[in-house]
């Protein structure tokens, strides 16, 4: 398949089937695919990692640090057993949870590259999965913040949660949703 197919037809998976498992080994061979796709800039390494959960176990802990804020918060103390049982249920059925956590720099320059550059890998990931059928959801949503995720994936002061992909396999590919066209994005420098 076509590259530019490929990135137009793409789309974010919010419905996942909850089987088949995905295949660790998939999973990394994509994540060598993604990462050999993206040259750093400078040349040095970027710095960053993975944790992933692709058991019924760890997808129990990693539903339970989500919900731990939720269930702390006051606001939404009225609806606890529900919405505890919306996340829970979804978070465990989803097959696998990709973390990437990106270590920082105090150098706002340094700091930056390496940001983009593990970025760019999620974007390579997301692309190269989907041409093997395998849907993906990058999540960034508040809950991913806790700190109790962050004692899960034990992460330091300097390192930052990019996100997680979610991962599985699919039934129904979602319609697109509207893009800005690049020409509006687009102005000249005259002369
Ligand atoms: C950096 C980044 C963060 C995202 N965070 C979320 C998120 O927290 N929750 C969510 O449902 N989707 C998230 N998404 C997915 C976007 O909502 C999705 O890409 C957008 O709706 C366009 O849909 P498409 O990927 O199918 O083209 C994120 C995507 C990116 C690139």
Not at 24 to 29: D, G, P, S
Not at 50 to 72: D, F, H, N, W
Not at 73 to 100: C, M, Q, S, Y
Request: charged residues 30%; glycine residues 4%; aromatic residues 10%.
């Amino acid at each position: 398949m076509e590259w530019a197919k490929i990135i137009q037809e793409r789309r974010s998976i919010r419905r996942f089937k909850s089987s088949p498992e995905v295949d660790q080994e998939l999973v990394r061979e994509l994540l060598r695919e993604a990462q050999g796709l993206y040259p750093y800039p400078s040349g040095e390494a970027s710095s960053y990692r993975y944790v992933y959960a692709g058991t019924a176990e760890s997808r129990e802990r990693l539903a339970a640090c989500m919900l731990e804020p939720l269930v702390k918060n006051k606001l939404v103390k009225w609806l606890p057993e529900k919405i505890r049982d919306f996340v829970r249920k979804r978070v465990t059925e989803i097959p696998g949870h990709l973390a990437v956590i990106a270590s920082t720099n105090e150098d706002r320059r340094t700091n930056d590259m390496n940001y983009a550059a593990v970025c760019g890998i999620m974007q390579n990931f997301q692309l190269l999965a989907w041409q093997r059928q395998l849907g993906t959801l990058w999540d960034t949503e508040p809950m991913m913040q806790s700190r109790e995720l962050f004692h899960l994936f034990q992460m330091k002061p300097t390192e930052k949660l990019v996100g997680i992909l979610h991962l599985g396999y699919f039934d129904k590919i979602p319609k697109a949703r509207a893009r800005t066209r690049a020409e509006k994005k687009w102005t000249i420098i005259s002369g």
